[in-house]
């Protein structure tokens, strides 16, 4: 920037001993050349302004790399945590088995309860049934705003939670998260919260049950405007169990009834 402007100077100086010298400039083009020279200055000056500006590391990517890296970090922790949570259900069931084997009470009682922790998500279960895969068919601004097509999902996603359920639906998953009675959807910034996982498009939609009755009441949304969705039926569908504990708080069994 300074050797800018001492070049501009030298110019000048020259100009002006030309004009001593005899040499004529009209008013009008010598009027025009140092506007000429302000404009280069300004010109240099915002040059370099931008890229300073465009070398200086912000502190605010620092801390959102620190961030990335320990959401990483917590991710991977719980995946070593599911991992063994895992292989100790493992060796609980098979210690089950045993137990069951040897007498046919228990296994009445064992089957009892498999039966409930199906209903309430609380086993891994596999048949047949569809898949829903929905996808975004724009950009999102062309949707006007954030909210309007978050809100566009979540409505999405409850029709089609509730038309499976009136289609017979066994167990549901989106994205693999389980879907029972106690699951939740809300909207958290720019996508969604369920069984306190975060989520958002592209959705895989599983639904185990009887193949036709499913694709049945969800076939129409194949003409979506909004969304680019997909369905075929599947032979041998798997759904995690939900991964979030459901607590009781006040509701107790009630024991003895007189009733």
Known sequence: ?????????????????????????????????FVSIFLG???????????????????????????????KKEREANKLLEDEIKSANKIVNNYEKGVVEEDDEVKEVFDDIQKYKIMIGYEDVHGSGILIEINDLYDDFFYFTDEQVLFEKKELLMFIINSLKLGGADAIAINDLRFTNHT????????????????????????????????????????????????????????????????????????????
């Open 1 to 33: 920037m300074n050797s800018l402007c001492y070049n501009y100077r030298v110019i000048i100086y020259k100009i002006l001993i030309f004009a001593k010298g005899g040499i004529k400039i009209k008013k009008e083009n010598l009027l025009i050349f």
């Open 41 to 71: 200055i300004l010109i240099a000056f915002q040059t370099k302004t931008v890229n300073n500006i465009l070398n200086v590391k912000l502190p605010i990517n620092r801390s959102n790399n620190q961030l990335v890296n320990q959401i």
């Open 184 to 259: 939740e959807i809300e909207v958290a910034g720019n996508h969604f919260e369920i069984n306190g996982t975060s989520t958002n498009t592209p959705f895989a939609i599983k639904a185990i049950g009887n193949q036709d009755n499913l694709y049945e009441v969800v076939k129409n949304l194949v003409d979506d405007s909004m969304f680019d969705i997909k369905i075929t039926k599947e032979e041998d569908i798997v759904i995690p169990k939900a991964n979030k504990t459901i607590e009781y708080k006040y509701a107790e069994p009630v024991l003895n009834s007189k009733r």
